[in-house]
């Protein structure tokens, strides 16, 4: 008898544990992957991102000898390393970000040029305020390795 009693309170303080864990699972809040989207939006805001650093004459000549091979390869890059950075499924698989741009000698001012060409992607895929707070945390450490390389 004392066994059963035993094995019922078991039971239940099992049945509550995992009631509790799946209540706490479903108040969690979605990644930041899924918030911006998916993989899809990602790659939309990737193709952008490229385009206004193209475009953009303060960091237009470290591009302008890619071949179209060489932006494919850098668009899906990008996009795998923000889908890493916001939590996402994917696995960047480039060059470390110091190894990428050793010798390059790139400026804050590149930098900062590069990151308002994200923003400006960002914005117009109408990504929120919160969710490019974000993003831009997450990549923000790579600076130390990549200005001044």
């Known amino acids: 008898m004392r066994r059963t009693v035993l094995r019922s309170v078991a039971l239940v303080v099992a049945v509550a544990a995992l009631a509790a864990c799946a209540t706490m699972e479903a108040k969690q809040e979605p990644l ?60 960047y698989l480039g060059k470390d970000m110091k190894t990428a741009h050793k010798d390059m000698r790139i400026a804050e001012a590149e930098w900062n040029a590069t990151v308002e060409a994200l923003v400006k992607a960002l914005d117009k895929h109408k990504v929120g305020a919160r969710e490019k707070q974000e993003l831009l945390g997450a990549l923000g450490p790579m600076k130390k390795d990549i200005v001044g390389q």
């Open 32 to 91: 930041l992957y899924d918030r911006l989207g998916g993989r899809h939006p990602i790659a939309l805001v990737v193709d952008d991102f490229v385009a206004n650093v193209v475009a953009d004459n303060r960091i237009s000549a470290r591009f302008k000898d890619l071949k179209p091979a060489d932006v494919a390869r850098l668009k899906s890059n990008l996009s795998d390393q923000i889908c890493q950075a916001a939590g996402g499924p994917c696995s």
